[in-house]
């Protein structure tokens, strides 16, 4: 009997013997599911498995909240009607000292650029129109206002009364040949007026009306151009505007040039 007793208590000790692998994985599984019931407020055990995925998973969660986080917002652009848009242009232009751009003008006001151009136009129209002393009008790829050319006389005798240096005639024969040849050289300039004229170029360069642009490639020499103060001064928006030299020349210009060669 006592065999017996033994012998039943062996078989049930190997009716109840559990792997390791199994015992592990029954004893390991209980806390992880204690975890997720209690971060489920006490539901249904958590599906996912242990280990760095279900980590993964969990911190996923905050990582989603703060992608979700925004800055804060850009202040709105300035919410200007067309008459308030026009007086802030009229403000800059009578303040600038030199052509300023559309665009420039856009940003500050923070309007859009087709909206500033239009206003711009409606300006200079309106000044037209109403036969205004001055005119606002593009120059050196920016707008400016400018006082009327048969006005010039007035404005003449009050701002510069003598006091200002011109320049001379030769200054102006020079100037005129870079206008319309550019870029040229020193020597070609100088034998389309037939004297010297490093001279004169020399003061142009120190007017700012004339600069250095690279050189000839046959014979190194310098070449010249017209600066953007040559546009504003003149008051128009690039070279294309000059008036064409075809007016201005002489009648038999076609044998003064025979006759050169």
Known sequence: MGDKEHGDTLADQAAAWIPPWERHRETSA???????????????????????????????????????????????????????????????????????AETTLADVLEQPLERVRATLHTISTGYTTRGHGFELRRAAGGWRLYTRPEYAGYVERFV?????????????????????KQPVTRS?????????????????????????????????????????????????????????LAPFLPDDVEDLADASR
């Open 30 to 100: 209980t806390p992880v599911e204690a975890q997720a019931a209690a971060a489920s407020g006490g539901g249904e055990p958590n599906p996912e498995p242990s280990g760095a995925g279900a980590g993964a998973g969990r911190k996923s969660v905050p990582d989603r909240g703060r992608s979700r986080q925004r800055g804060p917002a850009p202040p709105p652009a300035l919410v200007l009607d067309d008459a308030e848009l026009q007086g802030a242009l009229e403000a800059i232009l009578l303040v600038v000292d030199e052509p300023v």
């Open 160 to 180: 510069l009364d003598g006091q200002t240096v011109r320049l001379t005639q030769a200054a102006l024969e020079t100037l005129a040949v870079v206008s319309y």
């Open 188 to 244: 070609r300039i100088s034998a389309i007026r037939g004297v010297n004229c490093d001279g004169v170029i020399r003061t142009l360069v120190s007017r700012g009306l004339v600069e250095e642009c690279g050189t000839e490639p046959e014979t190194g020499a310098h070449l010249y151009r017209t600066t953007s103060l040559f546009l504003e001064k003149l008051g128009v928006d690039s070279i294309t505007d000059l008036p064409p």
